[in-house]
T-cell receptor, first 111, second 115 residues
Framework: AQSVTQLGSHVSVSEGALVLLRCNYS??????LFWYVQYPNQGLQLLLK??????LVKGINGFEAEFKKSETSFHLTKPSAHMSDAAEYFC?????????FGTGTSLTVIP | DAGVTQSPTHLIKTRGQHVTLRCSPI?????VSWYQQVLGQGPQFIFQ???????GRGNFPDRFSARQFPNYSSELNVNALLLGDSALYLC??????????????FGPGTRLTVT
């Protein structure tokens, strides 16, 4: 069975500081991995995805994530947080005909 | 281009009632998936449809049903509503079934409150 674990349901960073949101997956086959962002009262927007090839994936809004098979991780980072980054972030895995989402990490950016 | 649209945006129902939620996918997309997102949790997969056929079903009771129409729009039906059905219901569309690397594009959701 596939599952996704997001460590830390709430993360707070200062504006301009590094953002690190953690995601670990369990999968019996090589996974396709995704990060989505959800702003209040909105649907999910794709930030980035890993399929095959380069393990460092760049996404929108300055976010990137690195696929580490040995650690079964796909952590999301951004060098410098902006106030507009405050939102809920979801890691997801797809190895079949459905997505499995983590429970989400709420990011707060402190001015 | 219009994104995924869902209707209604909000609705309030009473326990035991029935509800129908609607979704229109992005033009050209043939697959629609439905998710339930309870407050404070990640989306949970309910159904996936492709070319009007059910391609996947999550762990939800038979009170939940769905269908896809020839124009690829979709309806999610929930019978005998329970308080626990209160959630944001998200629809996602993709060109093909969301297998592997195919991206899903999400609508804004329908907020269902059951009282």
């Amino acid at each position: 069975a596939q599952s996704v674990t997001q460590l830390g349901s709430h993360v707070s960073v200062s504006e301009g500081a590094l953002v690190l949101l953690r995601c670990n997956y369990s999968s019996s086959v090589p996974p396709y991995l995704f990060w989505y962002v959800q702003y209040p009262n909105q649907g999910l927007q794709l930030l980035l995805k890993y399929t095959t090839g380069a393990t460092l994936v760049k996404g929108i809004n300055g976010f990137e994530a690195e696929f580490k098979k040995s650690e079964t991780s796909f952590h999301l980072t951004k060098p410098s947080a902006h106030m507009s980054d405050a939102a809920e972030y979801f890691c997801a895995v797809n190895t079949g005909n459905q997505f499995y989402f983590g429970t989400g990490t709420s990011l707060t950016v402190i001015p | 281009d219009a994104g995924v649209t869902q209707s209604p945006t909000h609705l309030i129902k009473t326990r035991g009632q029935h509800v129908t939620l609607r979704c229109s996918p992005i033009s050209g997309h043939k697959s629609v998936s439905w998710y339930q997102q309870v407050l404070g949790q990640g989306p949970q997969f309910i159904f996936q449809y492709y070319e009007k056929e059910e391609r996947g079903r999550g762990n939800f009771p038979d009170r939940f049903s769905a269908r896809q129409f020839p124009n690829y729009s979709s309806e999610l039906n929930v019978n005998a509503l329970l308080l626990g059905d209160s959630a944001l219901y998200l629809c996602a569309s993709s060109l093909f079934p969301a297998v592997g690397s195919y991206e899903q594009y999400f609508g804004p959701g329908t907020r269902l409150t059951v009282t």
